[in-house]
């Protein structure tokens, strides 16, 4: 199904260009600019999975050089659809900031702020959230930019429904 979402969401993007110099063929009542926003959050949605009794987000490709571990609140905001746009991490104990400071300055979707991560996945209109609590693992390449994060989830904080129907637990 993956590989199909995918090619949608090319297609989305190549209809958008289509657009910006061409009229309509299809009655899709979307702007390309709509389209290409579409389109990212289908592929937002292939990023966040659940695997083995975690939430998984794979960022980047490339190979795991450095990593940290830390608890952390974690909450997941998703459009009408429950496809998701951006997760906010309070981190709840000590840690080296370095790593994130540094990957900042290599990915433009992570912010970082005093004990605050905040990932950006997509644009749109948030209509859910979720909120749990759980063990978080940031894995980073050598250049410190972000590849994958591992939720572990100690406490589902009363958020069944909305990870179900987001196909995350």
């Not at 997941?76 to 997760?87: A, E, N, V």
């Not at 970082?112 to 940031?138: M, P, Q, R, S, T």
Request: glycine share 4%; proline share 3%; net charge negative.
């Amino acid at each position: 199904m993956s590989n199909s979402l995918e090619r949608y969401a090319e297609f989305l993007e190549d209809y958008a260009k289509y657009l910006l110099n061409n009229k309509p063929i299809i009655d899709i009542p979307l702007s390309p600019q709509e389209l290409i926003d579409e389109a990212s959050r289908i592929r937002a949605k292939l990023k966040v999975r659940s695997e083995k009794g975690k939430i998984v987000i794979n960022l980047n490709e490339g190979e795991t050089i450095y990593f940290i571990k830390f608890l952390g609140e974690v909450v997941f905001s998703f459009d009408k659809l429950y496809r998701p746009l951006k997760i906010e991490i309070e981190i709840k104990e000590r840690i080296d900031e370095s790593i994130f400071n540094e990957s900042q300055k290599k990915c433009k979707s992570i912010k970082y702020d005093n004990g605050f991560i905040e990932v950006l996945l997509a644009k749109g209109d948030v209509e859910h959230w979720a909120h749990i609590e759980g063990e978080v693992v940031f894995s980073f390449d050598k250049l410190y930019r972000p590849l994958k994060i591992e939720i572990e989830i100690k406490d589902l904080m009363d958020n069944e429904k909305v990870l179900k129907s987001a196909d995350l637990i």
